[in-house]
């Protein structure tokens, strides 16, 4: 049983639409949510990741929103291109060190041109 | 640039073999961590360690262990090797709390 629970398995965009990843979690002890992306034949790699002591976080086009009483949060990818269709990880972490990470799912998304 | 190297991209086990499964990081990070990712199912959680000797259990340990006598090594084992243990395998490792986490390219194994 996972940790943390990722939707949608899949996301079909047109370029220049918002992609909207969401994420649900258990433990309140999990403390940083990454967000990571995966391009087939790589290894994940961190895209933006948030501390539960804010409600949201923006870097370029993407955003992290944060609902620590609803333990969600989510990714948003506004002006979406076709250089983003990757696979999307939402991830959580706790323990000394953050040492214990659990990640979700996954999500395909693919932006069509 | 932080480097977390696996030892290997592909390998071709039997089945009962004793897999040995190499992780090398070149940034002094504290965490190192082994998933197992198969689709539809993510990456799963199969051991972590914050320090030489210390290794914690994840979600799914069962039918491995692992090592790490180095700080900038950690080692995944697979005892028996089994047909369900076939899957990529990725291993990552970040400094500490709050900060990223880097992986390697992964390893794909299949055992047969």
Known sequence: QQQVKQSPQSLIVQKGGISIINCAYENTAFDYFPWYQQFPGKGPALLIAIRPDVSEKKEGRFTISFNKSAKQFSLHIMDSQPGDSATYFCAASWGYNNNDMRFGAGTRLTVKP | DVKVTQSSRYLVKRTGEKVFLECVQDMDHENMFWYRQDPGLGLRLIYFSYDVKMKEKGDIPEGYS?????KERFSLILESASTN???MYLCASSLGRWTEAFF???TRLTVV
């Open chain 2, 66 to 70: 692992v090592s790490r006598e180095k």
């Open chain 2, 85 to 87: 243990q076939t899957s």
């Open chain 2, 104 to 106: 390697g390219q992964g």
